[in-house]
């Protein structure tokens, strides 16, 4: 069911609020060119409630971007063998989170989820809770995101997982709704061990308001869908 929606998601972010109390509030979030989310199977798929009225879709950041072969431009500033100081300005960095970062979306409990596959490094899911989240740690406020990489086990012809990358914002000194912007979106394709990098346009990094969340999506209950890990990609401010 799901694997059509990766082409849903090229060329756009989707702007979630959640808890608008006034007009006025929504009307801050989606700018006049902003499309309201009517695709109910989109919406489901990343995670949210089928009834939700307040997602959006702005133009202008390319998402699900499985660009493998420009590794050998990442680099925004040379590699870290050629990089003489600690953290300087401009200087590339990465924050991994590995797959025991995991806990589900609605279920915590342990119950839903299994690590055992594969190498012990993997998460796969067993039951009904389809979609696991992690916190990225370790970001420098004033930071430039610029890439998102993220591995897996896929030996499942009929099923796939999908991957999000939400900034998760709230005003920074006083109460507020809470809004997701989805910054990189990517899925899995049949491989016993896939990567794939989804290219971020030069986002600035804010974590006085925002932190940012990993959300994967498992299509099937089955071992044969395996996260292994995913890296973000930065530049120090």
């Known amino acids: ?32 060119d902003d499309v309201l ?26 998402l699900d971007n499985n660009a493998d072969s420009m590794d050998a431009g990442l680099w925004s500033s040379g590699s870290p063998s050629v990089q003489p100081e600690l953290f300087p300005s ?11 970062e995991f ?5 915590s409990t342990g119950t839903q989820w299994q690590f055992s596959a594969g190498n012990s490094l993997e998460l796969s899911r067993l039951g009904t809770e389809r979609f696991a989240d992690a916190q990225v740690e370790d970001l420098p406020n004033g930071g430039v995101l610029q890439f998102f990489r993220w591995w897996w086990s896929d030996n499942d012809p009929n099923s796939a ?21 989805t910054v990189a979106t990517s899925t899995s394709f049949d491989a016993a061990n896939g990567s794939a990098v989804v290219v971020i346009p030069n986002r600035p990094i804010d974590t006085q308001s925002c932190y940012y969340l990993v959300r994967v999506r498992f299509d099937a ?6 996260f292994q890990k995913a890296r973000l990609q930065f530049t120090h401010p």
């Open 103 to 107: 806990f589900g979306r609605v279920d």
């Open 90 to 100: 401009g200087s590339t960095d990465y924050s991994p989170v590995s797959a025991k």
């Open 161 to 181: 997982m999908g991957v999000f990358l939400f900034e998760v914002c709230q005003p920074s000194f006083g109460g507020g709704p809470v809004t997701f912007t």
């Open 1 to 32: 069911m799901f694997k059509r929606l990766k082409t849903l998601s090229f060329g756009c972010a989707f702007i979630l609020g959640f808890h608008f109390s006034t007009p006025a509030a929504l009307a801050a979030l989606a700018a006049s």
């Open 37 to 62: 989310i009517t695709d109910l199977d989109l919406l489901e798929a990343m995670g949210f409630a089928r009834d939700m009225d307040k997602a959006y879709m702005a133009a202008g950041i390319e």
């Open 221 to 226: 209950a089955t071992s044969l869908l395996r």
